[in-house]
Protein backbone atom coordinates (compact mmCIF):
# COMPACT_ATOMS: atom_id res chain seq x y z
CA UNK A 1 0.00 0.00 0.00
CA UNK A 2 2.76 2.60 0.32
CA UNK A 3 2.74 5.20 -1.32
CA UNK A 4 6.03 6.22 -0.55
CA UNK A 5 7.33 3.62 -3.23
CA UNK A 6 6.51 6.34 -5.79
CA UNK A 7 7.71 9.25 -5.10
CA UNK A 8 8.63 11.92 -7.29
CA UNK A 9 8.69 15.04 -9.53
CA UNK A 10 5.42 16.29 -7.71
CA UNK A 11 6.15 15.63 -4.49
CA UNK A 12 9.54 17.76 -4.96
CA UNK A 13 7.35 20.90 -6.80
CA UNK A 14 4.79 20.94 -3.96
CA UNK A 15 7.71 21.08 -0.84
CA UNK A 16 9.27 23.23 -2.96
CA UNK A 17 6.72 26.17 -2.72
CA UNK A 18 7.35 25.47 0.41
CA UNK A 19 10.28 25.91 1.70
CA UNK A 20 10.83 28.87 -1.17
CA UNK A 21 8.79 30.93 0.87
CA UNK A 22 9.66 29.43 4.35
CA UNK A 23 6.16 29.41 5.81
CA UNK A 24 6.14 25.90 7.55
CA UNK A 25 3.05 26.55 9.58
CA UNK A 26 0.09 25.67 8.20
CA UNK A 27 -2.01 29.00 9.97
CA UNK A 28 -1.04 32.72 9.46
CA UNK A 29 2.26 34.57 7.89
CA UNK A 30 -0.39 35.79 5.24
CA UNK A 31 1.86 37.85 3.77
CA UNK A 32 4.98 35.84 3.43
CA UNK A 33 3.31 32.51 1.86
CA UNK A 34 3.40 33.91 -1.69
CA UNK A 35 -0.45 32.30 -2.21
CA UNK A 36 0.92 29.01 -0.40
CA UNK A 37 -1.45 27.06 1.57
CA UNK A 38 -0.91 23.89 1.38
CA UNK A 39 -2.58 21.86 4.32
CA UNK A 40 -5.54 24.22 3.17
CA UNK A 41 -5.53 22.90 -0.47
CA UNK A 42 -4.90 19.14 0.70
CA UNK A 43 -8.16 19.97 3.04
CA UNK A 44 -10.12 20.55 -0.05
CA UNK A 45 -8.93 18.10 -2.42
CA UNK A 46 -9.95 15.42 0.36
CA UNK A 47 -12.90 16.83 0.65
CA UNK A 48 -13.35 16.74 -2.80
CA UNK A 49 -11.92 13.59 -3.82
CA UNK A 50 -13.91 11.73 -0.40
CA UNK A 51 -17.15 13.39 -0.94
CA UNK A 52 -17.41 14.41 2.44
CA UNK A 53 -18.19 18.34 3.81
CA UNK A 54 -15.41 18.98 6.04
CA UNK A 55 -11.96 17.23 6.34
CA UNK A 56 -9.60 18.37 8.87
CA UNK A 57 -5.97 17.75 8.84
CA UNK A 58 -3.87 16.69 11.91
CA UNK A 59 -0.36 15.47 13.12
CA UNK A 60 -1.10 11.97 12.71
CA UNK A 61 -3.67 9.16 12.51
CA UNK A 62 -3.36 8.27 16.24
CA UNK A 63 -4.37 11.98 16.87
CA UNK A 64 -7.10 12.03 14.35
CA UNK A 65 -9.07 9.53 16.09
CA UNK A 66 -8.73 11.34 19.60
CA UNK A 67 -9.32 14.51 17.35
CA UNK A 68 -12.85 12.30 16.31
CA UNK A 69 -13.99 11.39 19.45
CA UNK A 70 -13.04 14.45 21.35
CA UNK A 71 -14.88 16.78 18.85
CA UNK A 72 -18.35 14.15 19.30
CA UNK A 73 -18.24 14.80 23.20
CA UNK A 74 -16.70 11.80 23.98
CA UNK A 75 -14.78 11.68 27.14
CA UNK A 76 -14.20 10.22 30.59
CA UNK A 77 -15.93 6.88 31.18
CA UNK A 78 -17.36 6.87 27.86
CA UNK A 79 -17.30 2.90 25.93
CA UNK A 80 -16.28 3.29 22.67
CA UNK A 81 -16.53 -0.11 20.86
CA UNK A 82 -13.74 -1.45 18.76
CA UNK A 83 -13.10 -4.82 17.03
CA UNK A 84 -9.98 -6.98 18.52
CA UNK A 85 -7.74 -6.72 15.14
CA UNK A 86 -6.90 -3.67 14.29
CA UNK A 87 -3.53 -1.13 15.45
CA UNK A 88 -3.11 -0.14 19.11
CA UNK A 89 -3.51 3.12 17.60
CA UNK A 90 -7.12 2.33 18.29
CA UNK A 91 -7.25 1.89 21.86
CA UNK A 92 -4.56 4.21 22.34
CA UNK A 93 -6.49 7.30 20.84
CA UNK A 94 -9.99 6.31 23.21
CA UNK A 95 -7.68 5.62 26.33
CA UNK A 96 -5.97 9.63 25.75
CA UNK A 97 -9.78 10.86 26.37
CA UNK A 98 -10.16 8.73 29.45
CA UNK A 99 -12.78 6.83 27.86
CA UNK A 100 -13.16 3.38 27.52
CA UNK A 101 -12.26 0.92 24.77
CA UNK A 102 -14.45 -2.15 24.42
CA UNK A 103 -12.84 -4.74 22.37
CA UNK A 104 -15.10 -7.21 20.29
CA UNK A 105 -14.94 -10.22 18.22
CA UNK A 106 -14.53 -9.93 14.50
CA UNK A 107 -15.64 -11.97 11.57
CA UNK A 108 -14.53 -13.11 8.20
CA UNK A 109 -14.19 -9.54 7.09
CA UNK A 110 -11.58 -8.96 9.21
CA UNK A 111 -13.07 -6.10 11.03
CA UNK A 112 -16.15 -5.51 13.38
CA UNK A 113 -19.04 -8.51 13.94
CA UNK A 114 -22.24 -6.66 14.07
CA UNK A 115 -23.62 -9.56 16.56
CA UNK A 116 -20.54 -8.73 18.95
CA UNK A 117 -21.03 -4.96 19.14
CA UNK A 118 -25.24 -5.60 19.47
CA UNK A 119 -24.06 -7.65 22.25
CA UNK A 120 -21.36 -5.39 24.02
CA UNK A 121 -23.87 -2.32 23.98
CA UNK A 122 -24.29 -0.80 27.66
CA UNK A 123 -26.16 2.19 29.25
CA UNK A 124 -21.98 3.96 28.51
CA UNK A 125 -21.48 3.42 25.12
CA UNK A 126 -21.22 6.43 22.86
CA UNK A 127 -19.84 5.44 19.85
CA UNK A 128 -19.04 2.35 17.89
CA UNK A 129 -15.97 2.11 15.77
CA UNK A 130 -15.19 -0.13 12.89
CA UNK A 131 -11.11 -0.53 11.45
CA UNK A 132 -11.16 -1.24 7.78
CA UNK A 133 -8.41 -3.09 8.42
CA UNK A 134 -6.01 -4.27 4.99
CA UNK A 135 -7.87 -2.40 2.67
CA UNK A 136 -11.36 -3.74 3.00
CA UNK A 137 -14.44 -2.98 5.22
CA UNK A 138 -16.65 -3.61 8.09
CA UNK A 139 -20.54 -3.97 7.14
CA UNK A 140 -21.26 -0.27 7.48
CA UNK A 141 -25.06 -0.69 6.39
CA UNK A 142 -25.24 -3.54 9.58
CA UNK A 143 -23.37 -1.10 11.91
CA UNK A 144 -25.18 1.96 10.81
CA UNK A 145 -28.42 0.70 11.84
CA UNK A 146 -27.36 -0.43 15.35
CA UNK A 147 -25.56 3.22 15.56
CA UNK A 148 -29.18 4.34 14.77
CA UNK A 149 -31.18 2.36 17.19
CA UNK A 150 -29.30 3.07 20.09
CA UNK A 151 -27.93 6.51 19.52
CA UNK A 152 -24.88 5.98 18.78
CA UNK A 153 -21.68 8.08 16.84
CA UNK A 154 -20.21 5.90 14.47
CA UNK A 155 -16.67 6.47 13.47
CA UNK A 156 -14.73 4.94 10.62
CA UNK A 157 -11.02 4.75 10.90
CA UNK A 158 -10.49 4.20 7.31
CA UNK A 159 -6.51 4.47 7.80
CA UNK A 160 -5.94 1.11 6.06
CA UNK A 161 -8.31 1.60 2.84
CA UNK A 162 -8.08 4.62 1.74
CA UNK A 163 -9.54 4.88 -1.62
CA UNK A 164 -11.96 1.86 -0.94
CA UNK A 165 -15.72 2.64 -1.40
CA UNK A 166 -18.64 0.95 0.22
CA UNK A 167 -22.09 1.44 -1.73
CA UNK A 168 -20.17 3.90 -4.24
CA UNK A 169 -19.37 5.95 -1.35
CA UNK A 170 -15.39 6.20 -0.10
CA UNK A 171 -14.47 4.84 3.30
CA UNK A 172 -14.59 7.13 5.90
CA UNK A 173 -17.07 9.22 4.32
CA UNK A 174 -20.11 7.30 5.81
CA UNK A 175 -20.27 7.43 9.60
CA UNK A 176 -20.31 10.30 11.69
CA UNK A 177 -16.87 10.83 11.00
CA UNK A 178 -14.18 9.22 9.73
CA UNK A 179 -10.60 9.05 10.48
CA UNK A 180 -6.90 8.53 8.08
CA UNK A 181 -3.85 7.85 8.65
CA UNK A 182 -1.16 9.98 6.05
CA UNK A 183 1.57 8.09 7.77
CA UNK A 184 4.78 6.41 6.31
CA UNK A 185 3.41 3.05 5.14
CA UNK A 186 -0.55 4.11 3.98
CA UNK A 187 -1.37 4.15 0.66
CA UNK A 188 -1.26 8.02 0.40
CA UNK A 189 1.70 9.64 2.45
CA UNK A 190 2.45 12.73 3.89
CA UNK A 191 5.58 11.62 5.71
CA UNK A 192 3.06 11.68 8.95
CA UNK A 193 0.00 13.03 8.95
CA UNK A 194 -4.38 12.48 9.89
CA UNK A 195 -7.39 13.39 8.44
CA UNK A 196 -10.58 13.58 11.04
CA UNK A 197 -13.24 13.70 7.81
CA UNK A 198 -17.40 14.32 8.79
CA UNK A 199 -20.47 15.93 7.20
CA UNK A 200 -21.10 17.54 10.35
CA UNK A 201 -20.15 21.30 10.80
CA UNK A 202 -20.77 21.50 14.70
CA UNK A 203 -17.61 17.85 14.74
CA UNK A 204 -16.14 20.20 12.00
CA UNK A 205 -15.51 22.99 14.42
CA UNK A 206 -14.95 21.23 17.17
CA UNK A 207 -11.77 19.65 14.84
CA UNK A 208 -10.75 22.34 13.62
CA UNK A 209 -10.35 24.26 17.29
CA UNK A 210 -9.74 21.04 19.39
CA UNK A 211 -6.17 20.32 17.03
CA UNK A 212 -4.91 24.11 17.62
CA UNK A 213 -5.05 25.22 21.24
CA UNK A 214 -8.69 25.64 21.12
CA UNK A 215 -8.36 28.67 18.62
CA UNK A 216 -10.98 30.00 16.59
CA UNK A 217 -9.15 30.77 13.46
CA UNK A 218 -11.04 33.96 12.96
CA UNK A 219 -9.49 36.64 10.95
CA UNK A 220 -5.55 36.74 10.25
CA UNK A 221 -4.16 37.87 13.74
CA UNK A 222 -3.47 34.76 15.33
CA UNK A 223 -2.54 36.48 18.59
CA UNK A 224 -5.87 38.25 19.38
CA UNK A 225 -7.73 34.99 18.53
CA UNK A 226 -10.10 33.47 21.32
CA UNK A 227 -10.43 30.28 22.17
CA UNK A 228 -13.59 29.20 22.95
CA UNK A 229 -13.06 25.65 24.55
CA UNK A 230 -9.24 23.81 25.86
CA UNK A 231 -7.22 22.20 22.81
CA UNK A 232 -4.33 21.06 22.21
CA UNK A 233 -1.16 21.22 19.28
CA UNK A 234 -2.12 18.39 16.70
CA UNK A 235 -1.31 20.34 13.70
CA UNK A 236 0.22 18.88 10.62
CA UNK A 237 2.97 21.54 9.03
CA UNK A 238 2.93 23.01 5.87
CA UNK A 239 5.77 20.47 4.73
CA UNK A 240 4.01 17.81 5.44
CA UNK A 241 0.82 18.70 3.54
CA UNK A 242 2.59 19.39 0.81
CA UNK A 243 3.26 15.99 0.34
CA UNK A 244 0.43 14.80 0.72
CA UNK A 245 -1.13 17.20 -1.31
CA UNK A 246 0.52 15.61 -4.58
CA UNK A 247 -0.34 12.27 -3.28
CA UNK A 248 -3.62 12.54 -3.20
CA UNK A 249 -3.87 13.41 -6.64
CA UNK A 250 -1.96 10.29 -7.51
CA UNK A 251 -4.69 8.18 -5.15
CA UNK A 252 -6.56 6.66 -8.37
CA UNK A 253 -3.45 5.87 -9.93
CA UNK A 254 -2.15 3.90 -6.89
CA UNK A 255 -5.15 2.12 -6.27
CA UNK A 256 -5.66 1.12 -9.99
CA UNK A 257 -1.83 0.07 -10.07
CA UNK A 258 -2.99 -2.51 -6.50
CA UNK A 259 -5.56 -3.93 -8.00
CA UNK A 260 -3.81 -4.89 -10.89
CA UNK A 261 -0.88 -6.19 -8.88
CA UNK A 262 -3.56 -7.93 -6.45
CA UNK A 263 -5.46 -9.44 -8.61
CA UNK A 264 -2.87 -11.31 -10.63
CA UNK A 265 -1.83 -13.01 -7.21
CA UNK A 266 -5.54 -13.49 -6.70
CA UNK A 267 -6.18 -15.33 -9.51
CA UNK A 268 -3.08 -17.86 -8.89
CA UNK A 269 -4.04 -18.39 -5.50
CA UNK A 270 -7.70 -19.08 -6.05
CA UNK A 271 -6.41 -21.86 -7.67
CA UNK A 272 -5.85 -23.67 -4.54
CA UNK A 273 -8.79 -25.09 -3.16
CA UNK A 274 -7.74 -24.58 0.51
CA UNK A 275 -7.30 -20.65 0.07
CA UNK A 276 -10.68 -19.03 1.60
CA UNK A 277 -10.58 -15.60 0.72
CA UNK A 278 -11.90 -12.72 3.31
CA UNK A 279 -15.34 -11.71 2.45
CA UNK A 280 -16.17 -7.93 1.23
CA UNK A 281 -19.31 -7.41 1.95
CA UNK A 282 -21.73 -6.49 -0.32
CA UNK A 283 -21.45 -3.56 -2.16
CA UNK A 284 -17.76 -2.84 -1.26
CA UNK A 285 -14.87 -1.93 -3.57
CA UNK A 286 -11.70 -3.05 -1.82
CA UNK A 287 -8.60 -0.32 -1.98
CA UNK A 288 -6.84 -3.38 -3.01
CA UNK A 289 -4.13 -2.83 -0.40
CA UNK A 290 -3.34 -6.22 0.67
CA UNK A 291 -4.60 -9.39 -0.45
CA UNK A 292 -5.97 -11.85 2.73
CA UNK A 293 -7.01 -15.24 2.76
CA UNK A 294 -7.61 -17.97 5.48
CA UNK A 295 -6.07 -21.27 5.45
CA UNK A 296 -7.59 -24.54 7.49
CA UNK A 297 -6.07 -24.54 10.83
CA UNK A 298 -3.21 -22.60 12.61
CA UNK A 299 -0.37 -25.11 12.26
CA UNK A 300 -1.23 -24.64 8.26
CA UNK A 301 -1.20 -20.82 8.44
CA UNK A 302 2.12 -20.80 10.86
CA UNK A 303 3.80 -23.37 8.17
CA UNK A 304 2.50 -21.44 5.16
CA UNK A 305 3.57 -18.19 6.54
CA UNK A 306 7.53 -19.44 7.59
CA UNK A 307 7.26 -21.27 3.53
CA UNK A 308 6.42 -17.82 2.13
CA UNK A 309 9.45 -16.30 4.22
CA UNK A 310 11.80 -18.98 3.31
CA UNK A 311 10.80 -18.37 -0.60
CA UNK A 312 11.49 -14.78 -0.30
CA UNK A 313 7.88 -13.39 -0.26
CA UNK A 314 8.06 -10.72 2.46
CA UNK A 315 5.12 -8.30 3.98
CA UNK A 316 2.69 -11.55 4.04
CA UNK A 317 1.47 -10.94 7.87
CA UNK A 318 0.27 -13.83 10.52
CA UNK A 319 -1.17 -11.27 12.79
CA UNK A 320 -1.61 -13.92 15.40
CA UNK A 321 2.12 -14.44 15.94
CA UNK A 322 2.32 -10.13 15.40
CA UNK A 323 2.91 -7.95 17.71
CA UNK A 324 0.79 -4.70 16.97
CA UNK A 325 -2.49 -5.64 15.39
CA UNK A 326 -4.09 -8.15 17.21
CA UNK A 327 -5.45 -8.09 21.02
CA UNK A 328 -3.55 -11.71 21.71
CA UNK A 329 -0.16 -9.74 22.03
CA UNK A 330 -1.58 -6.54 23.57
CA UNK A 331 -0.23 -7.37 27.74
CA UNK A 332 1.11 -3.91 27.87
CA UNK A 333 -2.83 -3.29 27.24
CA UNK A 334 -3.97 -6.28 29.40
CA UNK A 335 -1.37 -5.30 32.33
CA UNK A 336 -2.13 -1.59 32.13
CA UNK A 337 1.21 -0.62 32.05
CA UNK A 338 1.14 3.53 31.49
CA UNK A 339 4.21 5.96 32.64
CA UNK A 340 1.66 7.84 34.77
CA UNK A 341 -1.42 7.16 36.75
CA UNK A 342 -4.81 6.74 34.30
CA UNK A 343 -7.99 7.51 35.24
CA UNK A 344 -10.12 5.36 37.46
CA UNK A 345 -12.90 4.92 34.89
CA UNK A 346 -10.45 3.31 32.38
CA UNK A 347 -8.57 1.17 35.04
CA UNK A 348 -12.31 -0.08 35.83
CA UNK A 349 -13.52 0.07 32.30
CA UNK A 350 -10.67 -2.21 31.26
CA UNK A 351 -11.02 -4.81 34.15
CA UNK A 352 -13.25 -7.33 31.29
CA UNK A 353 -10.44 -7.83 29.86
CA UNK A 354 -8.83 -10.11 32.65
CA UNK A 355 -11.84 -12.74 32.06
CA UNK A 356 -12.95 -11.97 28.32
CA UNK A 357 -13.58 -14.56 25.71
CA UNK A 358 -11.82 -13.92 22.04
CA UNK A 359 -11.96 -17.53 20.85
CA UNK A 360 -14.15 -16.14 17.66
CA UNK A 361 -11.85 -13.71 17.01
CA UNK A 362 -8.63 -15.87 17.53
CA UNK A 363 -10.03 -18.44 15.43
CA UNK A 364 -10.08 -15.83 12.41
CA UNK A 365 -6.77 -14.17 13.04
CA UNK A 366 -4.87 -18.15 13.82
CA UNK A 367 -6.05 -18.93 9.97
CA UNK A 368 -5.62 -15.46 8.51
CA UNK A 369 -2.27 -14.13 6.32
CA UNK A 370 -2.44 -10.90 4.83
CA UNK A 371 0.30 -9.78 1.98
CA UNK A 372 0.65 -6.11 1.24
CA UNK A 373 0.34 -5.28 -2.45
CA UNK A 374 2.84 -3.13 -3.72
CA UNK A 375 3.18 -0.61 -6.64
CA UNK A 376 6.72 -1.27 -7.48
CA UNK A 377 6.84 -4.31 -9.01
CA UNK A 378 6.83 -5.19 -12.16
CA UNK A 379 4.96 -8.21 -14.40
CA UNK A 380 7.78 -10.40 -13.99
CA UNK A 381 8.25 -9.75 -10.50
CA UNK A 382 4.41 -10.42 -9.43
CA UNK A 383 4.15 -13.49 -11.91
CA UNK A 384 7.32 -14.92 -10.06
CA UNK A 385 5.97 -14.10 -6.33
CA UNK A 386 2.32 -15.69 -8.08
CA UNK A 387 4.41 -18.95 -8.80
CA UNK A 388 6.31 -19.06 -5.57
CA UNK A 389 3.28 -18.15 -3.25
CA UNK A 390 1.50 -21.09 -4.52
CA UNK A 391 3.96 -23.48 -4.25
CA UNK A 392 4.57 -22.29 -0.48
CA UNK A 393 0.71 -22.85 0.06
CA UNK A 394 0.38 -25.90 -1.30
CA UNK A 395 3.71 -27.42 0.59
CA UNK A 396 1.93 -26.39 3.26
CA UNK A 397 -1.31 -27.54 3.28
C1 LIG B 1 -6.02 1.24 11.40
C2 LIG B 1 -5.07 2.29 11.85
N1 LIG B 1 -5.52 3.32 12.59
C3 LIG B 1 -4.72 4.31 13.01
C4 LIG B 1 -3.37 4.28 12.70
C5 LIG B 1 -2.51 5.36 13.25
O1 LIG B 1 -1.97 6.16 12.28
P1 LIG B 1 -0.66 7.04 12.55
O2 LIG B 1 0.51 6.14 12.38
O3 LIG B 1 -0.73 8.07 11.48
O4 LIG B 1 -0.77 7.60 13.91
C6 LIG B 1 -2.85 3.24 11.94
C7 LIG B 1 -1.42 3.19 11.62
O5 LIG B 1 -0.87 2.21 11.18
C8 LIG B 1 -3.71 2.21 11.50
O6 LIG B 1 -3.27 1.18 10.79
Not at 210 to 231: C, I, M, Q, V, Y
Not at 250 to 267: H, P
Not at 271 to 286: A, H, L, N, S
Request: proline content about 3%; hydrophobic content about 40%.
Amino acid sequence: MPGFELFGDKERKEVNDVLENGVLMRYGFDAMRNGHWKAKELEQALQDKLQVQHAQLVSSGTAAVSIAMAAAGIGAGDEVIMPTFTFVASFEAIMMLGAVPVLVDIDDTLTLNPEAVKKAITPNTKAVMPVHMCGSMANLDALKNICENNNLILIEDSSQATGATYKGKPLGSIGDLGCLSLDFVKIITAGEGGVVLTNNPKYALHADHFSDHGHDHKGNDRGAETHPFLGYNFRISELHAAVGLAQINRLDEFVAIQKKNYTILRDALAQIPEVVFRTVPEGGEESYSFLSFFLADLETTRKASAALKENGIDACFHYYDNQWHYIRKWQHLKDLKTLYPIPAEVKKGLKYLETADYSKSDDFIARNISCLIKLSWTEEEIKLRAEKMVAAIRASI
